[in-house]
């Protein structure tokens, strides 16, 4: 860290990286001969890539406060939006975004966002904080909007393209098979500068070669989201139904 000197000025820099991720594959029954069921198959260690859209929504979080235009009270909503007609906003603009949303019966919920027209904020779906399906709030639900990084659903594809910093999504994101983009489980010990992300996908269907994974800020391919993190896999997972994909992302924050 360099020292301050009053003479200059002194440039604090947060720092997301390095980050690694490792993937097993549990073997499980209907295997061929050369894995047996239970088997343990460890693919290694992969480098982790935050592109160029989660830079953006890092700043945001880090920087930008939430948004309060006029009452923030809401015109209509559904399972997957929240529209305000009142609102004039730039398209886009709060897309990897958190909304929250309560209308003084239902528990607050939020929504990841997924995009946004001049009126209309796309969600994943509502949800309480603990994750779980919250209820659709009342039509004029009071609203607010929050700059938030929480990649915490993980996207798998069988596409074989590099990863990149200009990447916003997964070519051909998988959405069946039990390897459907779906929440981790984080793990963190306080006061040290890493943490982890962890998936377990109980696979269901066959896939040969899966060859790079995302982390998502909402948690389906509809809503999209944003891809904060991409990495190409050390070797491509192939897998069959009944088979286990654990990932752990491990994620670093060093100033």
Same mark, same amino acid.
């Given at each position: 860290m360099t020292p301050y000197d009053p003479g200059r000025a002194a440039l604090d820099i947060l720092r997301f990286g390095p980050n690694m991720v490792h993937v097993e594959i549990i073997h499980g029954i209907g295997r061929p001969n050369d894995? #047996?069921? /239970?088997?343990?198959?460890? $693919? /290694?260690?992969?480098? @982790? #890539? $935050? &592109? @160029? &859209? /989660?830079? +953006?929504?890092?700043? +945001? =979080? $880090?920087?930008? =406060? /939430?948004?309060? @235009?006029? =009452?923030?009270?809401? &015109?209509g909503t559904s399972a997957t939006s929240l529209s305000d007609t009142g609102e004039a906003w730039t398209v886009d603009l709060y897309k990897g975004w958190t909304v929250i949303a309560e209308e003084g019966v239902n528990t607050p919920v939020y929504g990841n966002i997924g995009s946004n027209s001049a009126t209309v904020l796309t969600i994943d779906a509502w949800k309480n904080a603990d994750d779980s399906a919250g209820t659709t709030p009342g039509a004029t639900a009071n609203y607010a909007l929050y700059p938030t990084v929480r990649p915490h659903f993980m996207g798998l594809t069988e596409n074989a393209a590099a990863a990149a910093a200009t990447d916003t999504l997964l070519t051909g994101e998988i959405t069946t098979g039990g390897c459907a983009r779906a929440l981790t489980t984080p793990a963190h010990t306080a006061g040290t500068s890493t943490g982890t992300q962890i998936k377990s996908f109980s696979v269901t269907a066959t896939f040969p070669a899966i060859h790079k994974i995302g982390l998502f800020t909402a948690s389906n391919t509809t809503a999209a989201g944003i891809m904060v993190y991409e990495t190409v896999l050390n070797a491509d997972a192939n897998v069959i139904s009944g088979d286990t994909l654990q990932v752990t992302w491990t994620l670093t924050v060093s100033g």
């Open positions: 894995w #047996l069921p /239970g088997v343990v198959e460890d $693919l /290694g260690w992969s480098p @982790n #890539l $935050l &592109t @160029n &859209t /989660g830079r +953006d929504l890092v700043f +945001d =979080a $880090l920087v930008r =406060a /939430g948004i309060n @235009n006029g =009452a923030n009270v809401a &015109t």
